[in-house]
RNA sequence: GGCGUCGUAGCCAAGUGGCAAGGCAGAGGUCUGCAAAACCUUCACCGUGGGUUCGAUUCCCACCGACGCCUCCA
């Protein structure tokens, strides 16, 4: 079975194929970096994560490109966000852009989002994103205003092809004129001139000024990825107007077309509206990892489509974390159980694993469907469970496949089952001191010294370590 | 007003033209010194109304509702 994906383009899933085969080409909008990442693009780039991996697991070369914005997104105002931060803050803009692509590299780092292979600055970009515009200008796709440069929409025909809205549909009453220098107001901006004291400004042959904000991603997507390539994705909510203006440009200067899937992920939302700094009813990413396991967080994530919105609400987390507990714990008993396996026999669970990782395989080539997946992993562990409580003996082949599959589709593909952490200095000494107290405990229990028993138990569990008392002895796990 | 997405059990959610995954919560049970975990059993006629079909939750239409975008946000 093909990887299938939903491209946005066409609004219909469809099968993938590279430009180049076994090679992915793929651009994902970045962040502006003018404030602390929140949940919602924890979202988007947990998902755009998940995919990458899953592609690479699938035996992709993946060259995986996603921005950092840190000049010319405007707020309405027509302040640049990152100089407004700047003011407030008292620093230089290029500071302020350091410490939240910073703040932001951390968080994606300890949600175990796997990192972009390069990320490329807006404003380290600045003479590739005056050269398109150049051409643009040379090709009659824009003009020269008194105030900047501007596409000009009216030239490209195909404009909103990707949202699906034809600007003469749409309500013009609202939208008001930005730059006098503007012939429609649908028309945006390329290069901004900016006035004497604007902070940020570089020469370009209009004038000193800086670029607009969809120019960036036009101009880096197509210096490392070229003019045609794979996969962009990003936010659905940057459908219109961002995403249109990069096709118009690119397609317009490059002559071919742009992008030929688009993935689009579906908003984060709290009480039912979107999680955005507008609205202020956003958690940070920090605070979420205060409270939550990043494997928490992800599979949060992932049990609704990435396609579709999922709500926050800590309720939910909770419900995720119990369903993650349930995977973690059979992952950590399969390798508890591996330390001292009878060696012997053949993997009896041959035919299990195979079943459920070829659904694991269907569902994420279905679309990257990672709820699906996830219920294929609850399955398995449910079969799994069965398996270590019957009783019998299980072989170290069985569990090694057991725990092959779980690191495997859980840890690589997912990002969600953690690696086997009994190895370092630290953590064997502990493990051997914990052993060492459920050691003791056990003659507690065996000359029915519950009292005893129990206050190690207890003492252990306000550690944060939780004891378990099975048939074949006494296991725990880190809380 | 325009464009678009969505509406499945108490909650989250996948999915299919032919008896509706999975997780959380709940109920009962097994195991256990107790506990924890696990396992077993139990829990839905898929927003409303039409249409197409032998048969629709799944396709089409209408309506209702929610949300997103149209203005900065992943």
New binding site residues.
Partial sequence: MPLRVYNVLQ?EKVDFVPLHEGKVNMYV????VYDHS?L??A???ISFDMIVRYLRFSGYDVLYVQNL?DVG????SGED?ILKKARQASALPMQIAETYARSYFADMDALGVVRPDISPRASAHIPEQIEMIETLLRKGHAYVAEDGVYFDVSSWPEYGKL????LE???TG??RLKGSGKRS??DFALWILAPEDHILQWNSPWGRGYPG?HIECSAMSRKYLGDTFDIHG?????????NECEIAQSEAANGVPFARYWLL?????VN????????GN?VTIKDALARYRPEVIRTFMF???Y?????FSD??L???E??W??LA??VR?VRSRLRNAPEEGENTFAQVIRAHREQFIA?MD??F?A??A??VL??F??EV??L??SGEPVNKATLAAIEALYSDLGGQVLGIIPKDEAHGVDMRLTDALIRLLIEIRAQA?AEKN?AR??QI?NQLRALGV??????EGTTYRLE
């Fill in positions: 609004r909008c970045g962040p502006t929140h919602g693009h979202k988007a780039y914005t997104h405007l707020l309405e966000r949202s699906r809205r034809r549909e749409q309500e609202s939208r107001p649908e904000w990003g936010g659905i909510d940057n459908i219109f107007p961002h992920v579906g908003s984060l939302t039912g509206q979107k999680m955005s700094k507008s609205l956003f049990q609704a489509h396609t579709n919105p999922i709500d309720e939910a909770r419900a995720a119990r369903g507990e349930r714990s059979a008993l569902a279905d679309d469907n709820p699906a996830l219920g609850q399955a562990t449910g469970n069965k270590l409580n229990r519950f028993a129990d138990r939780i004891l378990e008392d099975r048939p």
